[in-house]
């Protein structure tokens, strides 16, 4: 079946560097637009990053822009969040999610996520 | 960005309650405006996209309805597993953004 699984969360400092990959099987994943999106304890969702099917495109929120990359291996059907100068207020659960359609431009829903990766920075 | 504001942030209905949230932009986003469901410790779960089509699989008691700036969601007959959270989202201008949230409780 169609799933993401979200992995390589954790505690880590203020000020240092983690990657989280998302898995994607059960779908074309090279076709599909995929997104990380998180969400800080007790609070709403926050959209993060998102990267084109075939990866020539990212954007990202303002927060993130300069610190936190996103990227991907078709290869591999994974989609990867590199984030770096890590904050006290990145701590949340972040989810990888993929655009509805195929071949998207950024304005599908997100219609597949992951179960969430939890990180907490924290000293 | 576009700012998202659902209203109410939290209700209280009972079984059977027809419920109703509502989502302004703070511009146009044209349809391009997706409902979410969340329950505590899971992920989200897309249950209506393009403002008013029903996502596979989803009760058709969930209905949405607007365009351009203002927005509903409808719960037709609440049923003791819609007690969650529902967030709005709007795709149409990146970044991306998402409404607070509104809790559904149990009266």
């Given amino acids: 079946q169609v799933q993401l699984v979200e992995s390589g969360g954790g505690v880590v400092q203020p000020g240092r560097s983690l990657r989280l990959s998302c898995a994607a099987s059960g779908f074309t994943f090279r076709t599909y637009g995929m997104h990380w999106v998180r969400q800080a304890p007790g609070k709403g969702l926050e959209w993060v990053a998102v990267i084109l099917y075939d990866g020539t495109d990212k954007y990202y929120t303002d927060s993130v822009k300069g610190r936190f990359t996103i990227s991907r291996d078709n290869s591999k059907n994974t989609v990867y969040l590199q984030m770096s100068s890590l904050r006290a207020d990145d701590t949340a659960v972040y989810y990888c999610a993929k655009d509805q359609y195929t071949y998207a431009q950024v304005d599908d829903a997100f219609d597949i996520w992951g179960q969430g990766t939890m990180v907490t920075v924290s000293s | ?107």
């Fill in chain 2, 1 to 107: 960005d576009i700012q998202m504001t659902q209203s109410p942030a939290s209700l209280s209905a009972s079984v059977g309650d027809r419920v109703t949230i509502t989502c302004r932009a703070s511009q146009s986003v044209f349809t391009y405006l997706n409902w979410y469901q969340q329950k505590p410790g899971r992920a989200p779960n897309l249950l209506i996209y393009a403002a008013s089509s029903l996502q596979s699989g989803v009760p058709s008691r969930f209905s949405g309805s607007g365009s351009g700036t203002d927005f509903t969601l409808t719960i037709s007959g609440l049923q003791p597993e819609d007690f969650a959270s529902y967030y709005c989202q709007q795709t149409h201008t990146i970044p991306v953004t998402f409404g607070g949230g509104t809790k559904v409780e149990i009266k």
